[in-house]
């Protein structure tokens, strides 16, 4: 451990971060009194106190109570929508990777129609038109995000198509879904790990940024965007709204993107070849 913290402290600060969020989400509302949707009018923008750690909104709910399901609502959004979309950006890229001509012509034309949009503009459109809810945005941050995990593996399967050990694969009579799968796959899951565990950070941001406009998950429903953008309207009397929820986003992208970086320089080859030769030395 001590070895790891020195060498790579990105992934050790990083996964720290995540697992202390995802601890937060899955447990603190056992530890909590209240329900996410009880009033207490008398206490309504109460400051921080031991009954309350991070205060109450304006109808006098818990804010640590709201922001731990905010936690479990936004994570699990992002983790869905990066699922879905490294699922099928990686079946694509595969695909036009390893056998190329008018597929990979015409898939990748397809990817550039979607790169032509900007993301947030994109899943707007899409929210539009299916509507809002929990189930709609996750498909419209998958359809957005899909296209990186395509043009990644397609990179790297065709890289991979021209190794010997497809060419030994084929010899031997192997089928096409065999070499994808059986061999091709395990030889490039690495980055598509790393390229999902960065994109849930980015994740997040768009579903907060979605949330934030209205185009989210629809209120009461206590995530983190609508909490930041319910707490603009206090800002100059009781900051702390958007403050405690900026704060969540920003430190639960932060730990991401660090565990990303970490899982990214472990993984690489070229880093563990150096790490070997220092070792030796």
Known sequence: MIKLTRENPSLLIGGSIVTLIVAFALLSPWFSPYDIET???PNRFALPSAGHWLGTDNFGRDLWTRMA????IS???AVASVAIAAVVGTIVGLVT???GGWVDLLVMRIVDVFLGFPPIILALAIIAALGPGIQNL???LAAVFWTEYARVVRSVTLAQREIDYVAAARAIGASHTRIL???ILPNIIGPVIVLATLGLGTAIIAESGLSFLGFGVEPPTPTWGWTLSFGTRYLRTEPWLSIVAGLAIMVTVLGFNLFGDGLRDYLDPRGVARKVKRDDS
């Open 39 to 41: 009033m207490d009018m």
């Open 69 to 72: 399901q905010g936690a479990r």
């Open 75 to 77: 994570v699990s959004i």
């Open 97 to 99: 990777g390893y056998f």
């Open 138 to 140: 996750i498909l419209s």
């Open 181 to 183: 799968l059986i061999e």
